[in-house]
């Protein structure tokens, strides 16, 4: 059974600063993706990642992924205070038929 | 482009009613359309996978007479939640998907069941 951990679950930070979500999952999976939830929103698709040592940018977030370690990180660089959110990563097996299982989410709060 | 609505938005029903959800892929042809349930705080749970003209999928767990899914075009799936208690209010989300691409998500419904 897939599994995918997120950490941490919950982050408070302020204005400026730098952090990383991490998110880890069990087995060989052939894409990684990042969402942020805004409340009472459905999901808004940030980043896809497809092989080993890809990474992506957007703005004040980065996505890597470590398919070797199993490990995806999503990476924050000077904090705004529209960042706030809920972000999950999710994995996706095709071997499954596409199904994607989610991280428990990171709700990040940037205190101005 | 691969915009997905749902409708309704919202919905408040009284428990033992039955209640249908729609999630339409409004640009493209969706071979695959999955829903997913949310819980306040929680992550996303899978709840069934639907292919057009075929029988739905469930995840281990979930009941099939409960939740009732129809992906009877190409452009539309349907989740019926029959005879809703209180327990099934949710955020429920659709997305879907063409092969092996990319899911794209709809707006989601929020279910309240008095």
């Known amino acids: 059974e897939l599994k995918v951990e997120q950490n941490p679950l919950f982050l408070s930070m302020q204005e400026g600063k730098n952090y990383t979500i991490y998110c880890n999952y069990s087995t060989t999976s052939d894409r990684l993706y990042w969402y942020r939830q805004d409340p009472g929103k459905s999901l808004e698709s940030l980043f896809v990642l497809l092989s080993n040592g890809a990474v992506k940018q957007e703005g004040r977030l980065m996505a890597s992924l470590d398919t070797k370690a199993r490990l995806s990180t999503l990476h924050i660089t000077a904090a705004v205070h529209d960042l706030s959110a809920t972000y999950f990563c999710a994995v996706e097996i095709m071997e499954y038929g596409n199904k994607l299982v989610f991280g428990a989410g990171t709700i990040l709060r940037v205190k101005s | 482009g691969a915009v997905v609505s749902q409708h309704p938005s919202r919905v408040i029903c009284k428990s033992g009613t039955s209640v249908k959800i729609e999630c339409r892929s409004l640009?493209?042809?969706?071979?695959?359309m999955f829903w997913y349930r949310q819980f306040p705080k929680q992550s996303l749970m899978l709840m069934a996978t639907?292919?057009?003209?075929?029988?739905?999928?469930?995840e281990q767990g979930v009941e099939k007479d409960k939740f009732l899914i129809n992906h009877a075009s190409l452009t539309l799936s349907t989740l019926t939640v029959t005879s809703a208690h209180p327990e099934d209010s949710s955020f429920y989300i659709c997305s879907a998907s063409i092969g092996a691409d990319t899911q794209y998500f709809g707006p989601g419904t929020r279910l309240t069941v008095l």
């Open positions: 640009d493209f042809q969706a071979t695959t």
């Open positions: 639907s292919n057009e003209g075929s029988k739905a999928t469930y």
